[in-house]
C-alpha cells in the first residue's frame, strides 16, 4: 500500500455483476486485475477507464475491511472519489466451486489442443483456462500479481 | 334434475379446484416478487454499460470520418433480407393468454415480414414459443465447411447456410428462464452476434412482454440490431393492456399483496447513468476503441436479459391474474350449484310432502 498521506478520504466502491450489485462500501485502496497487469488505486486518483480480465478485486482498509472478490471480465471506471466495477462473474473466493474450475480448466485444455487453426477457438479456450486458473488460485489464496 | 348427492359431490370437487387456484395464486405472486427484485437489481448494470457506451461513442472513432460508414460490426446497416426474430415466451401454461398472445404478435411480425419478401429466422425461448413454432417450421440447416491449404499444413473453417424455405427456425431454447443464467444468455448472445457479423441475418428483433407493473405491461417487438441509437431501444410494434385485463390484473394484485406501482429509481441507478461519462479527461487503460468494441456484445446481452427477466416477470403475473380469475370463477360456481342443490333438495322434500298428503286424502 501507499503511503497513508495522501489517504484524505475514502473510496466509496461498488462492484456490480448483470445480475446484482454485489457490494457496495467504502474502502482505502482498490487493486483491480486489469487487462494489462494489476492496477491500484487510492482516493485522489485520477480518472481511469480500464478493461479487466480474470482476477481478484481486493479492497484494502474502509468499510470493506479487506475483502476479496474473484472477477472475470468487465470493465472499472476509477474517479477520484469512486471506484464502479462491472464484472460479468463475481463472487468470493469462499463461494468458488473448485471441483467445478479443475473441470474447466482441464475442459478448457482439451478445447485448446483442438482447437485446430481456428483463432476464435485458442481465444476461446485461453479464456476459459485463464478464468479456470484464476479461480483455483482464488480459491486457494495463491494469487500471483 | 342431478340428484343432491350428484351436486354435492360437484361442489366438494369446485371446492377443491379453488384451494388448487388459489394456492397457485400465491405462489405466483411470491414467484412474481422474486421476478421483480431480479429485473430491478440487474438494472445498474444495463445502465452503467449504456452510459459508458454513449460517452465512449463520443470519444472513439466509431464511423469513418471520409465514408460515413460505421467501423464496428453492430452498427453496420444492411438492406434488411434476412430478419432474426428472438421469440420469449414461457416455458408454462396456466397464465390466461400470455403466451398466445406472444405467439400472436410473433406470427404476425413474421407474416408481414414474408409478405415483404425477407427471409425470417424465428429462435424461440421458452417451451411454449417452441413449441408453437416447430410445428410449422423447419430447422434451419447448416454445414461445416473445412478447406485445407499450405499443402494441407492449415485449416480454415466455414459455416455455410443453406437456406431452403422463407421461414426456418435457428435454435431453441427452453428452460432457460426459471433460473436465469448469465452464461447461457452470454453463449446465446454470443452466436447471435457471430451469424449478424457474417451477415447471415441483417438485422435482429426480439418479441416479449414488456413488464413495468402488475398493470403497465404490453407485448412488444423491439429493434435489437443493428443498432440505431445507444439506450433508446427501437420498439416497433407494442400491444397494450385492455382496461379489463388491467382491472382483473390490478384486483389479482391487490388481493394477493404484490404492488401494482413502478419501482422506483435507487440511488445506485441514478449514478449508474453518471457511469463513464464524468466530465474529465479519462485515462484509457486500453483505447477507447477497443474498449467500446468489447463493451458492444454486453450491450446486446444486457437487453436480451433485460428482456428475459421482464418475461418471467410477466408470466408470473399473468399465472397470478389467470389463477385469481379461476378462484373467483369457482366462488361463483359453487353458489350457484349451492342454489340448485337446495332447490333440488326442497324439490325432494315438496314431493314427498305432496305424496303424504295425496296417499292421506286418498284414505
Given at each position: 500500500m501507499a503511503e497513508t498521506t495522501h489517504n484524505t478520504g475514502l473510496l466509496s466502491v461498488r462492484l456490480v455483476t448483470p445480475q446484482r450489485v454485489v457490494v457496495d462500501t467504502t474502502a482505502e485502496a482498490v487493486e483491480l486485475p486489469s487487462m494489462s497487469g494489476y492496477l491500484e488505486t487510492l482516493y485522489g486518483a485520477s480518472p481511469l477507464l480500464a478493461e479487466l480480465g480474470a482476477g481478484e478485486v481486493r479492497l484494502h482498509g474502509g468499510a470493506s475491511g479487506n475483502e476479496k472478490f474473484f472477477v472475470a471480465w468487465g470493465f472499472a471506471e476509477v474517479l477520484p472519489e469512486r471506484v464502479t466495477i462491472l464484472a460479468e462473474q463475481a463472487m468470493r473466493p469462499s463461494e468458488i466451486n473448485v471441483e467445478q474450475a479443475k473441470a474447466d480448466l482441464l475442459q478448457g485444455e482439451k478445447d485448446w489442443a483442438n482447437a485446430g487453426d481456428e483463432a476464435q477457438a485458442y481465444d476461446d479456450a485461453n479464456a476459459e483456462i485463464r478464468v479456470a486458473e484464476e479461480k483455483i488460485a482464488s480459491a486457494e489464496g495463491k494469487v500471483a500479481h | 334434475m342431478a340428484s343432491v348427492l350428484d351436486l354435492r359431490r360437484r361442489i366438494r370437487s369446485v371446492k377443491n379446484t379453488r384451494q388448487i387456484t388459489k394456492a397457485m395464486k400465491m405462489v405466483s405472486a411470491a414467484k412474481l416478487r422474486r421476478a421483480q427484485e431480479a429485473a430491478l437489481q440487474a438494472r445498474p448494470y444495463a445502465q452503467m454499460i449504456t452510459s459508458v457506451l454513449e460517452s465512449l461513442q463520443r470519444r472513439a472513432?466509431?464511423?469513418?470520418?471520409?465514408?460515413?460508414?460505421?467501423?464496428?460490426p453492430l452498427l453496420v446497416q444492411r438492406e434488411e433480407k434476412n430478419v432474426l426474430v428472438v421469440v420469449v415466451a414461457g416455458?408454462?401454461?396456466?397464465?390466461?393468454?400470455f403466451n398466445s398472445n406472444i405467439v400472436r404478435a410473433a406470427s404476425t411480425f413474421v407474416r408481414e415480414r414474408e409478405t415483404r419478401g425477407q427471409n425470417v429466422d424465428v429462435e424461440p425461448v421458452g417451451r411454449k414459443a417452441k413449441d408453437a413454432f416447430r410445428r410449422l417450421y423447419p430447422r434451419a440447416v447448416y454445414e461445416r465447411k473445412t478447406e485445407k491449404y499450405d499443402n494441407d499444413l492449415s485449416e480454415h473453417h466455414e459455416i455455410i447456410r443453406h437456406r431452403a424455405h422463407k421461414v426456418e427456425l435457428t435454435g431453441e431454447h427452453e428452460?432457460?428462464?426459471?433460473?436465469?443464467?448469465f452464461n447461457t444468455v452470454h453463449a446465446m448472445v454470443r452466436d447471435i452476434v457471430a451469424r449478424f457479423e457474417r451477415a447471415e441475418i441483417d438485422s435482429v428483433y426480439v418479441v416479449f412482454n414488456e413488464f413495468k407493473s402488475v398493470i403497465a405491461q404490453r407485448v412488444v417487438v423491439e429493434k435489437l440490431l443493428p443498432i440505431a441509437k445507444l439506450g433508446a431501444p427501437e420498439i416497433t410494434a407494442a400491444e397494450e393492456m385492455s382496461v379489463e385485463q388491467k382491472e382483473a390484473a390490478g384486483h389479482a394484485a391487490l388481493s394477493a399483496g404484490v404492488s401494482t406501482l413502478e419501482p422506483e429509481e435507487t440511488s445506485i441507478e441514478r449514478e449508474a447513468k453518471k457511469f463513464g461519462t464524468a466530465d474529465v479527461d479519462y485515462i484509457f487503460d486500453q483505447s477507447p476503441a477497443r474498449i467500446f468494441k468489447h463493451l458492444m456484445p454486453k450491450y446486446i446481452e444486457t437487453q436480451i436479459l433485460h428482456a428475459m427477466l421482464e418475461s418471467a416477470a410477466a408470466e408470473h403475473a399473468a399465472r397470478m391474474t389467470a389463477m385469481d380469475n379461476a378462484t373467483s370463477n369457482a366462488g361463483d360456481m359453487i353458489d350457484a350449484l349451492s342454489l340448485t342443490m337446495n332447490r333440488a333438495r326442497q324439490a325432494a322434500i315438496t314431493k314427498e310432502l305432496i305424496e303424504i298428503v295425496s296417499g292421506a286424502a286418498a284414505l
Open positions: - | 472513432d466509431i464511423y469513418d470520418h471520409n465514408t460515413g460508414e460505421a467501423l464496428h416455458d408454462k401454461g396456466f397464465a390466461g393468454a428452460l432457460m428462464l426459471a433460473r436465469l443464467d
